[in-house]
């Protein structure tokens, strides 16, 4: 399926900022299929959109939509191969060289990363609200809309892949897919403190008075739940 690079070099994407990237790597690769497409290429090193499609089983232009995904994150670049005949040149479509991000890799690494940080104890889960909140801070963005600041943070929290919905009168937030749900059967603390202190780290860093309160972990089989509230940031995951 390797393909010979033969048109000029592509041109250089114009610099993003770093939430930016991180966001878009999240979106890219919350699709198993744009996973499968990034492993097709790193696998085979490039390959035209009609390569693609037979070696994934999916039509040629949703493969096309995926790899704009993919482009658009950085994760895959996109060139014009020279002409051979008549008809529009073909794209050449190549995984960046660091891009070693498969779903199954993501997921190893978070149990990893999560083991580790209980081991350290009961300091575990207040560790990984402070590590969160630090997060939340760099990854928000005020927004010039003038959307209010729990709209913002449930945006943020969505561009992450946590599917999130404002409830009970916007006093909380239901979150209906966990990127890390397997980790966090295991190890809810470090987890679900991560993700409770990165809200709490949006919230400081838009000047809200709203702050994320309480985070109950599977409040249903496959929803957490995120209360909102005025007051000083929880210093536990449950607690009220």
């Known amino acids: 399926m390797s393909t010979s690079r033969t048109g000029p070099p592509a041109p250089v994407p114009a610099p993003v900022d770093r939430r930016q990237r991180v966001l878009a790597g999240h979106r ?33 232009n949703t493969v096309r939509l995926h790899l704009d995904q993919l482009v658009d994150a950085a994760l895959v670049t996109r060139e014009r191969a020279e002409p051979t005949g008549r008809g529009r040149p073909r794209q050449i479509y190549r995984a960046v060289d660091d891009a070693d991000v498969s779903e199954g890799a993501y997921r190893e690494l978070a149990r990893l990363l999560a083991e580790a940080l209980a ?10 609200m402070a590590t969160g909140r630090a997060w939340g801070s760099e990854l928000v963005t005020r927004s010039p809309s003038g959307e209010s600041d729990r709209a913002q943070v449930v945006a943020l929290m969505d561009d992450l892949g946590f599917e999130p919905r404002l409830a009970d009168g916007d006093a909380a937030v239901e979150m209906h897919r966990c990127p890390f749900h397997q980790v966090a059967q295991q190890h809810s603390d470090v987890v679900c403190g991560l993700h409770l202190g990165l809200m709490q780290g949006a919230f400081s860093r838009l000047g809200s ?17 995120a209360h909102l509230g005025v007051g000083p940031p929880a210093e536990r995951v449950g607690a009220a």
């Open 28 to 60: 890219a690769l919350a699709g198993a299929s744009r996973v499968r497409l990034l492993e097709a290429l790193r696998q085979n090193g490039s390959a035209t959109v009609l390569e693609l499609a037979a070696a994934v089983g999916l039509a040629p």
């Open 119 to 128: 081991s350290v104890g009961p300091a575990a889960e207040s560790a990984a």
């Open 209 to 225: 008075t709203t702050q994320a309160t309480r985070l109950e972990p599977f409040a249903t089989p496959r929803m957490c739940l």
